[in-house]
């Protein structure tokens, strides 16, 4: 106690030698007090306590410079439990410095929490026929174990992100004709659906199964819009510090991250569906941004510094999807053919994954030849012929945890060094011109990779799973990009534990 004591007095000391000190290092002054009297009651050694001040005497220089530096460190909005203790108490206590002390304006707590509002659509009821293969029922569950979870947290803890449950609203017909053919949207909504277009999507035609299927678009719509705006009222709070400052301001408005617990609808086409999938909500909530929010015309590069910065209002320039079901995203390939605002990535099984009950034999004709109908067979992965994808990765039947892991990290390196330039620029020309890839990024977050799925022909393990997700979160951290997170797919055996926590962990 004596020794910590010291410590506290040596750090006012500090403090008060100082003739003007900035906002910001008295803020960082109470934050390591904070610490101090936190470990004072603990009752912690002393090495612990001075590891303790040389570990943030180390970044007082930095967060000087950025008095959001700190949030700036988490890459995932409610995985702070991966973070190591220290960091995790280091940022609950600049939360509650941020919210007590009377300096810190209220624009600048904007800039601290992140954003991370989750949508939900399972109080649209569908009665299924008995024994239909599709687990209507895991949405509900989901989203109750997420929020069984997020209410356990304590406080402090829920404070650190501001983070609600809302309603999935149903997307409207002006929506939904951005993408798919608008006689196919009035067909659909009005029940004039052939009965081979409703078994080839895989559901039955209902009224209830209609208002289901646009609120799986539209809260995709609304999660994607929700995170964008709030992105925007940051930059413009970003842009208004950085005229009233001097020097760099590095901001932390890229955490602005939103998701849906449903949607992933990637197999729909513009005038048909499949697998599941009527209308593809990704698909849908990207044309939505980019006729909302427009790009301007290029700026050539003739034009000068000061030209450049008067384009202070983001737009929307480009867009990723990473889909990592463990069917390729065909729909959204098809959609986007053509589109160079809108990047797809697809990395999924190369072979036998729709057809988890048949024997697969090699069958012999008459006369020694192998059947076609084979090679056919090896293609039952893709619920129609495999369409080409910006990017499309294949990986082999049974594949684990690792090499899945590490093939994601790979390409994903890749997407961020090189994010699809084709036009022959060099590294260097590319760094000064391009500053960011990409402005948003869709994530389909299937977990019908899983070892224990119905129709998936992986061998991931939940544990892989929550890695591959650390990883897409880890890089969209990096790109400094919005996130919008889809549910995907997921189809328990009799046992929907492994399933259902899979699909938790995402949003977890």
């Keep these: 106690l004596a020794v910590s004591m010291i410590n506290i007095l040596v ?26 009297l936190n470990q004072v009651a603990t009752m912690s050694p002393r090495r612990d306590i001075s590891l303790l001040l040389r570990e943030h005497s180390c970044r007082s220089r930095r967060i000087r410079r950025n008095p959001c530096f700190v949030s700036s460190e988490f890459s995932a909005c409610f995985h702070t439990r991966n973070v190591p203790l220290q960091r995790r108490k280091f940022a609950a206590m600049l939360k509650y410095s941020s919210h007590s002390a009377s300096f810190v304006e209220a624009d600048e707590k904007a800039l601290i929490a992140p954003f991370f509002p989750i949508y939900y659509n399972d109080v649209y009821e569908v009665n299924l026929p008995p024994g239909h293969r599709f687990p209507m029922g895991k949405y509900r569950e989901v989203r109750i174990a997420l929020q069984s979870k997020i ?23 002006e929506q939904l004709i951005t993408t798919h053919d608008e006689h196919y949207v009035q067909r659909y909504l009005n029940g004039k659906m052939t009965e081979l277009e409703n078994r080839n999507i895989g559901f039955p035609w209902s009224l209830q199964h209609v208002n289901r299927t646009l609120s799986s678009v539209g809260g995709t719509v609304a999660a994607a819009l929700s995170a964008w705006e709030k992105y925007c009222k940051r930059h413009e709070l970003i842009q208004k510090k950085k005229h009233n400052r001097q020097g760099s301001f590095e901001d932390t408005t890229h955490l602005c991250w939103s998701a849906h617990v449903a949607g992933g609808t990637h197999h729909a086409f513009k005038d048909y569906g499949e697998g599941f999938c009527i209308f593809s909500d990704i698909a849908v909530a990207a044309n939505v941004l980019l006729q909302k929010y427009p790009a301007p015309a290029l700026i050539q590069q003739s034009n000068n510094h000061t030209q450049k ?17 463990v069917h390729q995203g065909n729909g959204n390939a098809v959609l986007f053919q053509g589109e160079e605002r809108v990047k797809t990535f697809s990395m999924q099984c190369k072979d036998r994954l729709g057809c988890p009950s048949r024997k697969w034999k090699r069958s012999v004709v008459p006369g020694g030849g192998e059947s076609k109908n084979i090679f056919n ?5 893709y619920f129609s012929k495999k369409e080409q994808s910006d990017l499309d990765i294949e990986l082999p039947v049974g594949c684990r945890d690792e090499t899945y892991l590490s093939t994601l990290r790979f390409w994903l390196k890749n997407i961020e060094n090189y994010p699809f330039d084709e036009d022959g620029r060099s590294d260097e020309v590319k760094s ?28 991931i ?28 797919g997921g189809y328990p055996r009799d046992e929907w534990d492994p399933i259902l926590k899979a699909h938790t962990n995402v949003y977890w």
């Design 377 to 381: 067979a090896m293609k039952a992965n």
């Design 461 to 488: 393990s939940t544990g892989g799973i929550s890695r591959r997700n650390q990883i897409v979160f880890e890089f969209v951290h990096r790109m400094k990009s919005p996130l919008v997170i889809c549910m995907g």
């Design 151 to 173: 209410e356990a947290l304590s406080q402090d803890e829920q404070s650190r992100v501001d983070c609600d449950f809302r309603i999935s609203p149903l997307a409207t017909v």
């Design 309 to 325: 910065n008067q384009l202070s209002t983001p737009a929307i320039r480009r867009i990723l999807i990473i889909d990592l079901d």
């Design 11 to 36: 750090e006012f000391w500090k403090l008060r030698k100082k003739s003007r000190p900035h906002k910001t290092e008295v803020m960082y002054r109470i934050m390591v007090l904070m610490m101090l």
């Design 432 to 459: 000064n011109t391009q500053k960011k890839p990409f402005d948003i990024i869709f994530f389909q977050a299937g977990v019908d990779i899983h070892k224990d799925d119905r129709l998936g022909r992986l061998s």
